[in-house]
């Protein structure tokens, strides 16, 4: 016999599955608590008690996308020694998590520009890429730079999160592209903004 633990996990992975599914399905997506229910084959109430509200619902998606896509590997980039092997490593897994769920993954990008909750959820994992990218330039910092200002660390460190964006995978996918030319293009320009970045390091352009 199945138990509770056991049911309710399954549960809860049927609602979040469900959610999936319904963005997947098609561009008149309703990510209401009742349309998900329904899809999902449960009672309003049952999402509820997971999941306390559709802003809890949607905080536990990107979760769920992310354990699917294995995005957390992208940490490992930061145990890497060598520069080059943290950019390739840190871009590769989010290679492999935007292409572990592309349609649903674009379907949130497209959807936050008009839901306030949406957006809210992608800034927060916003801010974690922000970290690490600002991480990987703390690191890429040769001995020469060091006094570096600090406007130019968020400098490419913005940089380096619009470059290594979804926004920018995608269009390059869509024109037709596949992952590992994606993957090597991307890597190779973000390699090249930090070493032409830091020449910038000890002076700052008039506006």
């Known amino acids: ?6 049911f309710s996990a399954e549960t809860r992975r049927r609602i979040l599955e469900a959610t999936r599914r319904s963005l997947a399905r098609g561009d008149d997506t309703d990510l209401g608590l009742g349309a998900i229910a329904r899809v999902a084959r449960v009672s309003r109430l049952t999402i509820y008690n997971h999941f306390g509200s559709r802003s809890g619902l949607l905080e536990a998606l990107y979760d769920y ?15 890497e020694k060598a520069p080059d092997a943290i950019m390739a490593t840190f871009i590769g897994a989010l290679a492999d998590f935007w292409t572990s769920d592309p349609v649903v993954i674009r379907r949130l990008h497209a959807m936050a520009a008009l839901d306030a909750e949406i957006r809210r959820g992608l800034a927060a994992r916003e801010t974690r890429r922000r970290r690490a990218a600002a ?6 910092a ?29 269009a390059l996918a869509r024109a037709g592209h596949g992952r590992a030319e994606i993957t090597a293009v991307m890597t190779h ?15 700052r352009p008039s506006a």
């Open 1 to 6: 016999m199945r138990t509770r633990a056991a």
């Open 65 to 79: 996308l992310a354990a699917r896509g294995n995005v957390r590997r992208g940490k490992n980039a930061l145990l």
């Open 135 to 140: 991480e990987i330039v703390r690191r890429s």
């Open 142 to 170: 040769s001995a020469a730079t060091r006094e570096r200002r600090s406007w130019t660390d968020r400098l490419l460190a913005d940089a380096l999160c619009t470059l290594a964006s979804f926004e920018t995978y995608d």
């Open 189 to 203: 320009f973000a390699q090249g903004v930090l070493a032409q970045g830091f020449s910038f390091a000890n002076r």
